[in-house]
């Protein structure tokens, strides 16, 4: 009797990895800006949020006009979250431009 052998074949076109969102809510920072280990979907990035929140402040008083916000970082380590955590704390009404930079 024959056998018949099933094998899986990668695909040889350009993998995509899709993230979801949906657990980050803001930057998770208090009053004062400073983040706690764990908050609004976040576990710790504390620096990196709290940066985000300066950002914010700056474009609430309106001195980020014409700058830009450049997020660097491996793969996977939170730049596109960081900047949806920007955008939701911003809300609706802010028009902000980010460039996101992904390091190998
Ligand atoms: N510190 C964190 N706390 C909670 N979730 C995180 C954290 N960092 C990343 N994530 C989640 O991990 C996943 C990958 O993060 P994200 O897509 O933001 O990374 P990235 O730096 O933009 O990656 P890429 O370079 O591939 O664009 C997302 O689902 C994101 O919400
Ligand atoms: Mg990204």
Same mark, same amino acid.
């Given at each position: $009797?024959? #056998? @018949? ?5 990668? #695909? ?25 280990? $764990?908050? %609004? *979907?976040?576990?710790?990035? /504390?620096?990196?949020? /709290?940066?985000? *929140?300066?950002?914010?402040? $700056? ?9 830009? @916000? ?13 900047? @949806?955590?920007? %955008?939701? /704390?911003?809300? #609706? ?5 980010? @460039?996101?930079? #992904?390091?190998?």
């Amino acid at each position: $009797m024959t #056998s @018949l052998v099933v094998e899986s074949v990668a #695909s040889t076109t350009k993998r995509q990895r899709i993230a979801t969102h949906t657990h980050i809510k803001g930057l998770g920072l208090d009053e004062e800006g400073n983040a706690a280990p $764990m908050g %609004a *979907g976040w576990v710790g990035q /504390e620096q990196a949020r /709290e940066a985000c *929140g300066l950002i914010v402040d $700056m474009i609430k008083q309106k001195k980020m006009a014409g700058r830009a @916000l450049l997020i660097a970082g491996a793969p996977g380590t939170g730049k596109t979250a960081l900047a @949806l955590g920007v %955008a939701q /704390e911003l809300g #609706s009404k802010a028009r902000v431009q980010l @460039l996101l930079w #992904s390091r190998i």
